[in-house]
């Protein structure tokens, strides 16, 4: 992949946490990389998404929230894994459920949940989407396509 590309990627995304360099990770066991999926009834930006393999978290980390705020996100997890036994996890700093796991939904369609407030009252947020331990396979649940972080 190009310089240019990858910087484009990135800036699409600023709060992907990314994980290691690759230098560190080669073969992306802990880190997140770019995946691409496709169905024709999909629209166009749902056929690239965020993805982690085995059972490493992805994780999207905001800054300079509003800590009086009640925060709502809106979700559309995408990618080439909708089995039965794909659940997904979403929790808010490590303690805040904000989703028990759930199967992602088939047609896609976009999920919205409340973040709890407690979550942002120190007006920073951390997302961490997981995949049941001992899943299998090679891991592909956490596949994310659209991230809204939207203001209530």
């Known amino acids: 992949m ?14 992907l946490v990314r994980g290691l360099p690759y230098e560190e990770d080669p073969q992306r066991f802990k880190s997140t990389v770019t995946g691409f ?9 749902w056929m ?7 059972e490493t978290p992805l994780q999207m980390r905001y800054t300079s929230l509003d800590p009086s705020a009640q925060y709502r996100i809106r979700i559309v997890y995408a990618g080439d894994n909708f089995s ?11 303690k805040y459920e904000v989703h028990p796991p759930t199967q992602k939904p088939s047609p896609i369609a976009p999920l919205e949940f409340d973040i709890p407030v407690e979550a942002t009252k120190g007006g920073e947020l951390t ?9 299998g396979s090679a891991g592909r649940g ?3 396509a659209e991230v809204w972080l939207m203001k209530k």
């Open 2 to 15: 190009g310089g240019w590309v990858a910087a484009a990627i990135a800036a699409e995304v600023p709060h």
């Open 37 to 45: 999926g496709y169905r024709a009834d999909w629209r166009l930006s």
């Open 48 to 54: 690239t998404h965020a993805e982690s393999f085995w």
């Open 84 to 94: 039965m036994d794909t659940l997904i996890r979403l929790v808010a700093n490590g």
């Open 127 to 135: 997302l961490t989407f997981s995949a049941p331990p001992g899943m």
């Open 142 to 144: 956490n596949q994310i």
